[in-house]
């Protein structure tokens, strides 16, 4: 069942069964009563869902006769199909291009379609505030000191409780706190490859990753992927019995930019696939609690039983980017990672350590993913069809399950840099594919950020882009 209030919950099933065909562009909607009957909610329940997928602009209201689907309403793009990247090792580079696209986030006056930040609208910017406080207000004996690797015991007691929800049984010693998930990935790359090490991972992939990999001088390996179910695990054994794979990394729940979510069956034989070839697996779960449906998805780690899974995250995209605070469960690695993570900045910051703890203790986590789980949801669908609206024929759109971007597959003819450029002049910003690329794939597709609220600057963004796509 999806998350969120009961009418979110019935006007996105009604919003399914109008992209299903069920109902077409001009056709009646059932009256209330029938709806009511349909879905076993009350009256008032339909009422709020019809006048939600009003607001979204999939139906309209005509005088005393009811709801009808817009005339104007387009259907659904088709999701882009698996991906096929040229499977060899290639060095990455020219990833300086993204530092530019990042700093735009900053900038006010360009609306930020780019970065896949969520705006301060989507985060729990209160109690985040009254955590600070009160970490703020700790004793000079806890603040004004090192938190040494692995990091706050009373954070990572937190966070040990939470990696239940994930399927991870670990204990506060098994964890180990970071500068956020970039570093975690950077500490788990130099603990298990060294420069020109090949690493495996998804096509497309999340251009810190690449950095990451550019930056250690190591080789990428791109994977094919599909855009639902993630990488392809016949496709990763091909690979590892052609080329000397040293590291695989890749997000296995919504992950970033495809959306794609692996079931629970490809992701255990993905582990035991690795583990057969004794190749550390290290699994990015940064979106892993952003899941449009109930339960929480497991991390590939709940499958581990090897120690050769190295789990990273961080609570960025959920409560806030600027803490810069996130964690990782090193498997068979932990001294190395304590030590790495020591020689490279000595210590995560302690006041967004406490101010985490503090929030994770009081502050309504739980409450708040389910709120903006709902949110991104919405997001996501409203994003989606304005794509279809103002985009050129043909062009196709990821159907993620969870998270808050969408990818988007041009047609052929469209260049995304220089699309990417045009829209900048214009006061958006876009990521185009090819940084998501260590083969410089991609050239005709972007991915949008869907973590801003929904209102006409954003809607006039979205058309100069794809007005800009038409020419
Ligand atoms: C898949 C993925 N991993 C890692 C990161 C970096 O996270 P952090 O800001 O916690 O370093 C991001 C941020 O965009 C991301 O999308």
């Not at 994977?223 to 054994?237: F, H, N, Q």
């Not at 409203?382 to 759109?397: C, E, H, I, N």
Request: aromatic share 8%.
């Amino acid at each position: 069942m999806a998350v969120g209030k009961l009418y979110e919950r019935v006007a996105r099933q009604l919003a399914g069964q109008i992209e299903q065909g069920l109902y077409r562009p001009g056709d009646r909607l059932p009256g209330v009563r029938r709806l009511a009957r349909q879905f076993e909610v009350s009256i008032s329940t339909v009422v709020q869902a019809q006048r939600l997928l009003e607001d979204d602009g999939l139906i309209e209201a005509r005088p005393r006769s009811g709801y009808y689907v817009r005339v104007a309403y387009c259907p659904r793009p088709e999701p882009p199909a698996v991906s096929r990247p040229p499977v060899r090792p290639v060095p990455v580079t020219g990833q300086e291009l993204v530092l530019r696209l990042v700093q735009t986030a900053n900038e006010p006056d360009c609306v930020q379609l780019g970065a896949a930040v969520p705006a301060p609208e989507f985060l729990p910017a209160g109690a985040i505030q009254r955590a600070l406080s009160t970490a703020a207000r700790a004793g000079p004996e806890q603040l004004a000191t090192y938190q040494f690797p692995p990091g706050s015991p009373e954070l990572r007691r937190q966070i040990a409780r939470r990696m239940l929800e994930a399927g991870c049984r670990v204990s506060p010693d098994d964890i180990v706190i970071t500068s956020g998930c970039q570093e975690a990935l950077i500490l788990a790359l130099r603990a298990v490859a060294k420069k020109d090490d090949v690493v495996a991972i998804e096509s497309p992939s999340f251009y810190g990753l690449l950095q990451a990999i550019e930056s250690l001088g190591m080789r990428a390996l791109e994977i094919p992927t599909d855009p639902a179910t993630g990488m392809s695990v016949e496709a990763l054994e091909l690979a590892l019995e052609k080329w000397p794979v040293k590291a695989c990394v890749l997000t296995a729940n919504f992950s970033n930019p495809l959306g794609s979510i692996m079931p629970p069956d490809k992701k255990r034989a993905l582990v035991a696939l690795l583990a057969g070839y004794r190749i550390p697996l290290v699994e990015d779960d940064i979106y892993g609690d952003l899941g449009f449906e109930d339960q929480r998805p497991p991390a590939l780690r709940a499958w581990d039983d090897t120690g050769g899974v190295i789990y990273c995250a961080s609570f960025s995209k959920t409560l806030s980017p600027g803490l810069r605070v996130g964690w990782m469960l090193p498997g068979r690695w932990q001294e190395d990672i304590e030590y790495l993570k020591y020689v490279t900045s000595l210590a995560a910051p302690t006041l967004s350590q406490l101010a985490v703890a503090d929030f994770l203790r009081h502050g309504g986590y739980d409450r708040h993913l389910r709120q903006v789980r709902s949110a991104y949801a919405r997001q996501v669908a409203v994003m989606t069809r304005a794509v279809s609206k103002y985009f050129p024929d043909g062009t196709r759109v990821t159907r993620p399950r969870g998270g808050f971007v969408i990818w988007v597959e041009l047609p052929e003819s469209v260049d995304a840099l220089g699309l990417c450029r045009q829209a900048l002049a214009q006061g958006v910003s876009i990521a185009p594919g090819p940084i998501f690329s260590a083969s410089g794939k991609y050239r005709n597709c972007i991915r949008l950020n869907c973590a801003q609220p929904w209102n006409d600057t954003l809607d006039r963004a979205v058309m100069t882009v794809g007005r800009l796509a038409q020419l």
